[in-house]
Structures are given as C-alpha cells and as structure tokens.
C-alpha cells in the first residue's frame, strides 16, 4: 500500500499569478474575503503580475498561506499518511492536520511575517555542496553564525550576522555560495526578539491535537499531540529547518509518494537529491 507525504513550500518559493486560478472556484472566493478581512489587503491584487510586493515578507508569507491551504482543501482526493512544511509551510501543514482553522492560522501567519519582516543586522547565504565536516567544525568555532536550513546533502543555509557569515565564507570549501533577499538572520538565535513577540499570542492559541501526524521543523518526527505540536512551533523562528532529516524520516516510515502543494518544485526538488526513489508529484494550481 502506497504511503503518502502532502509536503508546503515556504518563503522563496512564491511567483507572480499564483492562486489566480482559483479565483472562480467558491470555496476560494470566500478564503480570498475572509483574508481580506484580516490581512486589510487582498492576496489576489498582491499575486497579480508583475506582482512587486510579493517579495516583500509580509506579504509573502500570508499569500503563500492562503493559496496553499486552499490547494490543501481542494486536493482531497488521496488524503496523506503524513504532512510536513517547509518554515512557512509548517503553519499549513497545521492547519491541514486540523490543528487550528483557516482564519486562526492567518492570523498567526500576519503576525509572523510582520515581525519578520522588520528584522535588520542578519544574513542568510544558501551554500551548495559545502565540506560537511569542515562546516561543522567552523560553526562550532563561530558563535556568530548557525546552521539555519539543512536542505538536503548538498545545500545548507547558514544565518547570521553579517560579520560572521563573512568569516565563515572566507574559510570554506563551497561550489557556490548565494546570498538570500531577506533582512533578517531568520531561523537562528538572532530571532529572539521578535519569536518572544510571536509567543506572546501563539500560547494563547488552541491547538487540537492533530488528524493526521505532522512532523516539524524543530523535531522531524512524526506527532498528532497539539501540546506538542504547539512547543515545536514555539521554537521554530529562533532554531533550524531540519528539511534533510523530515524527508529521510519519511522514507522511514515508509513513504513512496511526496506530494507538493504550492507554487514551485523546491521541496519536490529536495526530496529527489535526499531519497530519489519516492515518487514526485506537483500541485500548483486548480
């Protein structure tokens, strides 16, 4: 029997005219409103190329929310063994699982990318084929820099300030090194500030506890307990995206299908250079 993983991208993954599809269908006409209502813009007008806001966090963040979780409703024919997101996507992996309602999840999404959309004084560069023994060994020796994204075995994300990032670049072996378009060092300490204020409003949320096992970003293994739930995504802001760890356990648990709901191909991408064998599958529109 063919075990399944619905997999949400998150930031990076966004382009212009996504979900624009879906405006005719009813079920989206009243997700686009009920957003409208509380982001105070539309997801719709920001999506419309060419689009020059989207890139912009916090922005960003709540649009690929509400398109992924209406692609999630929408898909409902083959439903999953498992879910999982990407940073972002782990908030529509949550709602998926029944963890909270559409409107809950914006509101908290609002708040995250607000908030990340005002950090300064990071930086984030994504390193292709780095020497993981010597990147291990350098950020144990930098207290400025942190592994942020473990992507699959040939690319990682480290996050920082922008001094130690600069060492660290200076000292190892890399194919390529590619600065990321965000203000802030995201998924590392330096996001303290602004997680405590996320918190502060994310204790207050009730989590049910999960229908289908989630596994999260802080601890890649699969749970339905909300308690817990809630306390992995209570840490998520300030610690890494362990993404190669979440596809090598599914394989595990004896997943053969990942299937990708959102724009883009990068997490199908990072499935196929961790366990090529699974079956690959991409739903970006209606």
């Not at 709602?95 to 005002?118: P, S």
């Not at 601890?219 to 610690?239: I, V, W």
Request: net charge negative; aromatic share 6%; charged share 15%.
């Amino acid at each position: 029997m063919t075990k399944t993983a619905w997999v949400f991208p998150g930031q990076g993954s966004q382009v212009a005219g996504m979900g624009l599809d879906l405006v005719a269908h009813p079920l989206a006409q009243e997700r686009f409103a009920t957003a409208q209502s509380i982001l105070g813009w539309s997801v719709v007008e920001v999506c419309q190329p060419p689009a020059p806001d989207l890139h912009q966090t916090r922005y960003t963040q709540p649009c690929l929310y509400v398109v992924e979780t209406i692609l999630a409703d929408l898909y409902l024919d083959h439903p999953p063994d498992y879910l999982a997101g990407h940073s972002l996507g782990e908030y529509v992996a949550l709602y998926r699982a029944g963890v909270y309602d559409f409107a809950t999840g914006l509101q908290l999404v609002k708040l995250r990318a607000e908030l990340m959309d005002q950090a300064s004084g990071g930086k984030m560069v994504a390193l292709l084929e780095p020497d993981r023994e010597q990147l291990t060994a350098l950020l144990a020796q930098n207290a400025e820099v942190v592994l942020a994204n473990d992507n699959h075995p040939g690319q990682v994300v480290i996050s920082g300030t922008p001094t130690g990032v600069a060492t660290l670049l200076a000292q190892i072996r890399v194919k390529r090194a590619v600065p990321l378009a965000v203000s802030g060092a995201f998924h590392s300490p330096w996001m303290a500030a602004a997680a405590a204020q996320l918190n502060e409003h994310l204790v207050t949320v009730p989590f049910q506890d999960a229908q289908i096992p989630v596994l999260s970003n802080t601890d890649p293994t699969p749970t339905t307990d909300g308690a817990l739930l809630k306390k992995r995504l209570l840490t998520q802001m300030t610690s890494g995206v362990r993404w190669r760890e979440t596809v090598l356990n599914l394989a595990a648990l004896g997943v053969t299908r990942v299937v990708e709901l959102g724009p883009g191909k990068v997490l199908t991408g990072l499935v196929k250079r961790t366990v090529p064998e699974i079956e690959l599958v991409n739903i970006s529109s209606l």
